[in-house]
């Protein structure tokens, strides 16, 4: 039986065809029993045969193997559980004979609290509280509910029944074909599912509601919530009927399953789950209160809903061979929820938004300890890990460079050709690019290969060098090193106006383009308004770097408003990265900053605020004495965009300023703007008072908590217990999330304490947990001092999933000191688990980034006389 231990897949001599699955959950014991028959196709001598299973109890006597072609029955001589492989042995005493049988196991297991596998959720109904019972499989988690072959790659049908009490909902993938009642206890059967991969099995188990639709061509859409809560249904339910139907469009092929459940738990460990026909969500990503939800968490549902009913496609339709593939599913279906989202709400201008997710997936890759978009996976423990930045962002933003190289109408042909051809299968990334391929006559796969492949992307140089431009391209690392590498890069780029473009791919380390050629004249002569801009519109999936003229000249263009938003967005990230790489000084970042004082773009000034609360953090460390006047500059470049919104909603606004006012006014109050923590007081005053005063509308509240929490300590701790009573009182997900992440917002080291002991309380679901971590300088130290002494309870809670490593990241990164760096690695030493090690490398690595540029910035000589002049200067 040794043999089989260690191995990253399982053995391939017995094929599942069909699974006849029974399972009848306790809820008051937290307890299930259960039965499996497969009918298997023994494809080559063997007398053992291996499957998944983990945390199931399977008694003696309970396994038995019968041949389609006998009546004889083969009991196994040995069964046997390895648990760290998470595998079931069955050695049989003879040869299995060659074709059709099934295996029958009866099994039991516990309905755990850890959110993966058939776990419990709780809730309460008219005061008592109460379990839900809920699956969640993917990645590796179905063996914990039955025992199966448990990989993406062994696709079978599905036939589902439930014993569940009387009075409760019970839901699978399919439609409900049968419903007997005996006393208290009903058996639920469903219809037999198409071919579909174990990770997208589904049960729920519970008390609902649901609000219903259908699609133009007849399939069943319901929104299932608790009790009292439909009406937070409505608005996910219009976006999965209109969504279901553009991309029957898109695709070229109908949704297949007769029917789709979207569902709210109240404990979920990820955002949503993308199970066939019954798709899982956190309460935060599929309801919408019309009363008390803000525009961004619109936003989030639309955005959420898109991208699992994306994975109807691709990903449930056509599956990935295996997890090295995981971006195919995950970058796809992150891609393709802004093309629907764009669709539905052209208003939102969702695709500037992209730019969060291209910027997510750069500031993940810029680390040596990031990993390729395909990666190996050897082990089930180590697939929690690559559900990140890499696989989701990146891997939607070279969706998008590639698009946007070939075109959009040959890339929607050649997807649609795709579907068809691995319909009910399963897919490779070369499949992807050989159909990308043959639609668009473009050598795909060999311009592809260089950026699934290999980790990184490059650094783009431009310099003017006697009326040429000379580019040139070399792995970008954050930590400023030399990276190996050399991809194939399309760039586009516009000189001086957006109707005078060149694109080309860059395939060699340089290349060298004569300027009179596109612009008939020397780049001299152009004057100030000869600027050229690299990356247009950020499509491409790399940074650029440009020389001193150049930057001059795209300083001016930011500041005379000549560039789209998405451009000189681009322009600032580029710059702030470079500075982190210590490839550009603070004084020239702030310089650049001072060029968008009149910006109005949402997504331009978001980014402006969180490249401003990093370079706060830094300089915090780095120059102390300077801090003030940096808040100042800071405050003085927020002021006009504040200013023009206010602090009331306007009729007929934008959603885009719905959602900036906010961040505006979140980032005033944590540079200590006075006026503004001293408004934000009076409105949550006014709130205190009446729950439902037009003072504090859901937009601005994220805001005022925090602004609250500014002047909260343990000394003055009133803001803090009215925080924490509306988070008691409130029965929203989205309002508690709200306070949750403010209240750590406190500069007073005691008080944060007090925040971190209470998120591990019962009082906060342990999904939400991290959600109230600091992020602040001042939080840092007591959170990691807390993180060292509640490890084992952490590790306890979360450690099977991936949420521990968020916690991890969360403590760890915000570090800059070379010798905190040396007492974390010290802590891990022989603390170290498989499940966070590349996480823990990453934020590791952070913080000698973060440690290394807080000695750059001490060393720079021009940067006090800079800060000075802009912090006074009068915009």
Known sequence: MDQFKGQPRLP??????????????????????????????????????????????????????????????????RVELFGDDEILVLEFPETLPIGLGVLAIQFEGILNDRMKGFYRSTYEHNGEKRNMAVTQFEPADARRCFPCWDEPACKATFKITLDVPSELVALSNMPIVEEKKDGNLKTVSYQESPIMSTYLVAVVVGLFD???????????????????????????????VKTLELFKDYFATPYSLPKLDMIAIPDFAAGAMENYGLVTYRETALLYDDQHSAASNKQRVATVVAHELAHQWFGNLVTMEWWTHLWLNEGFATWVSYLATDSLFPEWKIWSQFLDETTAGLRLDGLAESHPIEVEINHAGEIDEIFDAISYRKGASVIRMLQSYLGAEHFQ?????????????????EDLWAALEEGSGEPVNKIMTTWTKQQGYPVVSIKVNNQKLE??????????????????????????????????????????????????????????????????????FYRVKYDELLATRLRYAVEKQLLSATDRFGILDDLYALWVARQESLTSLINLMGAYREEVDYIVLSNLISVSYKIESISADAVPDLLEYLKQFFINLFQYSAERLGWDPKPGESHLDAM?????????????????????????????????????????????????????????????????????????????????????SSPDPDLILEVLNFVLSSEVRSQDAVIGLPSSREG?????AWFKEKWEDLLKTYGSGFLI?????????PFASFEKAKEIEEFFATRGKPSIARTL?????????NANLVQSVKNEKSLADALKELAYRKY
């Open 805 to 813: 490593t968020r916690f991890v990241s969360a403590t760890v990164s």
């Open 210 to 240: 649901y609000v219903e639709d259908h699609t133009s061509d007849g399939v069943k859409v319901r929104v299932y919530c608790q009790v009292g809560k439909t009406n937070q249904g409505k608005f996910a339910l219009h976006v999965a």
């Open 471 to 540: 580019f040139n391209q070399s792995r970008f690392l954050s930590s400023g090193d030399k990276g190996e590498g050399h991809w194939i890069v399309p760039i586009t780029l516009c000189f001086g106006s957006y109707d005078v473009r060149k694109n080309f791919l860059l395939e060699t380390k340089s290349k060298t383009l004569d300027v009179k050629e596109f612009l008939g004249t020397s780049i001299e002569d152009k004057g100030a308004n000869s600027w050229i801009k690299l990356n247009v519109d950020q499509t491409g």
């Open 841 to 849: 490398k990453q934020s590791l690595e952070r913080v000698y980034i």
């Open 780 to 784: 840092r130290d007591i959170a990691w």
């Open 12 to 77: 391939k001599f017995a094929v599942p065809k069909r699974y006849d699955i029974r399972l009848k959950p306790d809820l008051l014991a937290c307890r299930f029993a259960g039965s499996v028959s497969v009918d298997l196709n023994i494809v080559a001598a063997t007398s053992f045969i291996v499957l998944n299973a983990a945390e199931l109890s399977i008694p003696g006597g309970a396994v038995s193997f019968s041949s389609r072609d006998s009546s004889k029955v083969i009991k196994p001589s």
């Open 660 to 744: 900036l006012r906010g961040e505006i006014l979140t980032a005033l109050a944590v540079f200590g703007h006075d006026l503004t923590l001293d408004e934000a007081s009076r409105r949550f005053q006014a709130f205190l008072e009446d729950r439902n005063t037009p003072l504090l509308p859901p937009d601005i509240r994220k805001a005022t908590y925090v602004a609250v929490m500014q002047r909260a300590s343990k000394s003055n701790r009133l803001g803090y217990d009215s925080l924490l009573k509306l988070y008691r009182e409130s029965d929203l997900s989205q309002e508690k999330t709200r306070i949750l992440g403010s209240l750590a």
């Open 413 to 429: 042909r050649s997807l649609a050709s795709y579907i068809k051809k691995y319909a009910c299968s399963n897919a490779k990334t």
